[in-house]
């Protein structure tokens, strides 16, 4: 096993409250997308706060080992997303929507895997050469998750179901790349619009109007450090400034020799803090025949401050989903 400097390992104890507590949730009939006021114990609740942790403000990770170890498996990998909301996988939904609710209020998309909350993370056929999670035959390159939107997640969490393979997550951190202060502030000019991805089918077509196009920052700064918005596969460079373009590429050079493989084992939880690292996975052969990678992912937003200027963003007409209005998780202090 590898273990990274960034990992926490979860009590066994606290991973056996969570194996229980989801299933009990599942046989009472919760779902992840719907949980009912107060249905997780406070003792749960209590507990995984006291192993679960923001991701560290330098390296924009944690892996958190162990708290799945009480879950049911899930059986074989399906062949597509809309295959993987089974009965198998209910208490593993809960397991991991409880989780990511420690750490603030998850959320879906509208136009993405039908607004759920706990998508899945598996190869398809139809997209093995796209940029998009469900890719395998490409690397998936560099991207902040959703960076198009002003509402994107803050932290993003991917629970491993299975890896045979061995096929790593990619992570790397804008403040570990080492760029100067002047390449800093040429990012921080909005020079660069980002489209939604190809998950996004709805959205990306809506968003080729070049007309419509809006530049955003690529580089801001929060009170820690400078943070990143990043998903160059669907970027256009709205400028012909030399000294942007540069620093627009000395960027993805400097991400590609500080990056880091995280081994996403079974089990393994990573955290990525969606403001200060992004990701991406190198290329892998699937098999499409139940033993497939397969990784749940949440999307998370903590309590945390953006610039204000987003607000002003129109988000390409994507809308965000909340968590049923039964449910009370996301409140609790
Ligand atoms: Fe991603």
């Not at 990274?4 to 009939?29: H, N, Q, S």
């Not at 779902?31 to 924009?60: F, I, K, N, W």
Request: aromatic share 6%; glycine share 8%; with cysteine.
């Amino acid at each position: 096993m590898t273990v990274l400097a960034d990992t926490a390992v979860a009590d066994p104890e606290i991973a056996r409250l969570l194996g229980e507590g989801a299933r009990a949730l599942a046989r009472d009939g919760a779902t992840a997308d719907e949980l009912s006021p107060l249905a997780v114990p406070p003792d749960l609740d209590q507990a995984l706060r006291t192993v679960l942790r923001a991701p560290d403000p330098l390296t924009g990770r944690l892996v958190v080992r162990g708290l799945l170890a009480f879950l049911p498996d899930p059986g074989p990998t399906p062949a597509h997303w809309s295959d993987a909301r089974t009965e198998s996988t209910r208490a593993l939904d809960l397991a991991v929507r409880i989780v990511a609710s420690t750490l603030g209020r998850v959320f879906g998309w509208t136009g993405q895997q039908e607004g759920r909350l706990v998508h899945n993370i598996l190869p398809t056929r139809e997209a093995e050469h796209q940029q998009v999670g469900a890719s395998s035959a490409v690397p998936l390159y560099w991207h902040s998750e959703d960076a198009f939107h002003p509402e994107r997640a803050g932290v993003l969490m991917l629970a491993c179901v299975r890896n045979p393979t061995g096929v790593g997550s990619r992570v790397a951190s804008v403040r570990e790349a080492g760029l100067t202060e002047r390449q800093l502030r040429v990012l921080e000019r909005p020079d660069a619009a980002i489209l939604p991805d190809d998950s996004y089918p709805e959205a990306s077509r809506s968003g080729q109007d070049p007309a419509a196009l809006r530049g955003i920052p690529t580089v801001w700064r929060s009170d820690d450090g400078p943070c990143i918005r990043y998903d160059p596969s669907y970027t256009r460079v709205l400028t012909d400034d030399p000294e942007f373009s540069r620093a627009y590429e000395e960027l993805g050079r400097a991400l590609d020799r500080c990056g880091t493989t995280v081994p996403n084992e079974p089990g393994d939880l990573t955290l990525i803090d969606n403001d200060v690292a992004v990701h991406g996975r190198v290329p892998f052969r699937p098999r499409y025949d139940g033993t497939d990678r397969w990784l749940k992912r949440v999307l998370i937003r903590p309590n945390r401050q953006r610039p204000a200027v987003e607000s002003t963003e129109d988000g390409f007409g994507q809308q965000t989903v909340a968590p049923s209005a039964n449910s009370t998780l996301e409140t609790r202090p």
